[in-house]
C-alpha cells in the first residue's frame, strides 16, 4: 500500500480545478487547525466534548454499540444472521457524557453515533468551526462521535470531505477497480447503509479470503490528526479506524447519487441480465458499451431531430424525468 498523496491548505477553485477532476483521495493537512473545536481538543478531548454539546438541542440520534469483545469493530454476527452491535436512541450530551465515563477503560465497549446532521442537532455548530471549501458544494455538515471504534470497509455514492477534529484516524482506501478482491457482503442487508467488504483491514484473513492481497496492492492509506482532512472520491472504497478514547469527526457529503444513482441500476442489472446465458450477457455488454460507457455514448442519438431523441438524448431535466417515467411505467407493469 501507498500513502495517500497530501496537499496543504487549499482553496475551493484550486481545489475543484487541479485536484477533484483526478478522481484521486487526498489528503488537506491543517485546512481545520483554527477551529474552535480542533483547539479545545488540543487542551483536552473533555473540552472538545463540551464545545460541542454546548450546540446540542437535545434530539436524540442514533447510536451503535459493541460488547467489548468486539474490540470496537462493528460487523455482522459470526453466522451473519445478524450483527454484533445493538442500536440505541441518544442525545449527544448522553453519549458525551457516557464517553468520560469509559475513557479511562482498558476494555470499553464500543460506541459512536455517525453521521449526525448537525443542523438538526446541533444548531449553530457548523457556523461556528466553518470550512470554506465546501462553500458551493451543498453539503450537509455531520458529525461522528465515539470511541476507538471501526467503520467497515464501504464506499459512498457521493463525494466526501472528512475533517478529523479530535483524536487520531487511519483511513485504508481501495479503488473501485479493487472491487472484486474484497469480497463485497450482501447488497441490501448492510450494516448502516452501504455494502462492506467482508475482510477485517486491522486483521486480513488471506486463507480465507486470498484475494485481497491483490486489494492491498491497489491500497493507499492515510494518518490524520487534528485538524488534518481528507477527500475521497465517488466510489472509493474506506475503512475507518478511530485510534483515541474520544474521537470527534466531522465530514461532508455532496455531489450525492440522485435516487440511487447507478447502485440501483446494478441491482436491477443482476436481475435483468446476470442470469442470461452468456452469449445474452456479452449482447447486452455491447449494448451497455454504446449507450452507457462507451466514448462516444453522450452522442448516441446525434442522428435523430431533437424532438425524437426521448430517452436517448443528452442529459437535461426534460430527458431525466423521461427515463424516470419510463423505468417506473416498466417496472409497474409487471
Known sequence: MKPVEEIGEVDAATFEAEHRPLY???????????WPVVEHGQRSAQQALD??????????????????????????????????FRREKLSLTDLARHLREIADSAEPIGIYAGATAMESHLPGFAQANPLPLIAGMEAT????????????????LS????VVAVGQRRFTLFPPEATSSLYVGPLNITLAGQPVSMVDPLNPDLENYPD?????????????EPGDAIFIPTLWWHHVAAQAPINIMVNYWH????????????????????DLPIRQRKAWRAWFE???FGEGAPDVAAHLPSHAQGVNGSASPS??????????????SN
Open 212 to 224: 485481497y492481497a491483490k486489494a492491498l496492492e491497489l491500497g493507499q492509506f492515510a494518518d490524520l
Open 290 to 292: 454504446h449507450f452507457v
Open 255 to 274: 455531489n450525492d447519487a440522485v435516487r440511487g444513482g447507478g447502485f440501483i441500476a446494478l441491482v436491477h442489472a443482476m436481475l435483468a441480465i446476470r
Open 51 to 84: 464545545h460541542v454539546t454546548q450546540f446540542d438541542n437535545g434530539q436524540p440520534t442514533d447510536v451503535m454499540l459493541a460488547p467489548q469483545s468486539e474490540r470496537g469493530r462493528f460487523f455482522y454476527s459470526p453466522d451473519m444472521r445478524g450483527f454484533n
Open 141 to 156: 455538515p455531520r458529525i461522528w462521535v465515539g470511541n476507538a471504534t471501526q467503520v467497515a470497509t464501504h464506499f459512498d
Open 159 to 162: 463525494d466526501n470531505i472528512a
Open 319 to 332: 430527458r431525466d424525468e423521461q427515463i424516470r417515467r419510463f423505468v417506473v411505467q416498466a417496472l409497474s
Open 24 to 34: 484521486q483521495p487526498l489528503v488537506i493537512r491543517g485546512l481545520a487547525r483554527h
